[in-house]
């Protein structure tokens, strides 16, 4: 059974996430995204699963800059997963209202996506930030005696037995995380439907040319190519130094989008291709299964 490296452990976002993609394949967690990452482009799994952008707190950035400087993997599905963030704590203080809970513990990403419930049900809480959600609830568990609360996905809460507190603190509703597969071609479908196909590029400007990313999107928007999302990132070779990562909802075989590509190219550009794939959107709440 081919397996699936994932930025683990158990009980993260990024753990569901490939439960959804790969609901058959053998998972492996692994402690970062450059981890995941390099295990594939060396061999090591045939298939990883990392996120890449949230909706209330943007891109991951190291996700981007792994992929364009030291990874040269496909990307071959997305999912767009909605991240209910879960209150919960130690069965044995289960039952204590919340402003007598002395600590709260998860990952940064996880805290900035509930701030605004913290400081109203528990402002008098110490925050600390730990590796991953699971990370937090597994020390809360470890430790009984104390006040302590987590927050993180409800696979978390199930996986280590905590108490749910209260579900979906998250501060928008509309909170949803893209991860993405890379490596080699799915080779099951996931257990949701796709909604489109779309394309991953990264594109590099001729330097000292005015107006070359005005030329870039004008190719794209000639050829009726929407850009889901375009962004900035360093090139790491000076100050004022970048290249521009682009998502395009059309295949890379499609004829508009050739035509596109060309003309870029055409025009003294540099450009990589991630590849095309699906993207599922998952709209529902998540079940998870652990195993």
Known sequence: ???????????????????????????????????VLSAVAQGKVPHGVVPVENAIEGSVNLTLDWLIHHADVPITAE??????????????????????FSRVLSHPQAIAQCQHFLRKHLPQAQVEFVDSTAAAAAKVRQYPE???????????????????LKPDIQDYDNN????????????REPSVSPAYQKSSLLVALPSDYPGALYKVLASFATHGIN?????????????????????????????????????????GCQVRRFGSYFCYPFRQKPIVKTY
């Open 146 to 164: 104390e006040a302590w609360a987590a927050i993180g996905p409800r696979s978390a809460q199930e996986l280590t037995g905590l108490a749910l």
């Open 1 to 35: 059974m081919d397996s699936v490296a994932y930025l683990g452990p158990q009980g993260t976002f990024t753990f569901e996430a490939a439960i959804a993609l790969f609901p058959k394949n053998e998972r492996v967690p692994y402690p970062s995204i450059p981890d």
């Open 176 to 187: 949803f995380t893209r991860f993405i597969a890379v490596g080699e071609p799915l080779t």
């Open 227 to 267: 850009l889901s999302r375009i962004e900035s990132r360093p090139t790491k070779t000076g100050l004022g130094n970048y290249h521009f990562f682009i998502d395009a909802e059309q295949s890379l075989d499609h004829p508009a989008m050739a035509e596109a590509l060309r003309e870029v190219e055409a025009g």
């Open 79 to 100: 999912l767009v997963y909605p991240i209910t963030q879960c209150l919960m704590a130690h069965p044995q203080q289960g039952n204590r209202p919340l402003q007598d």
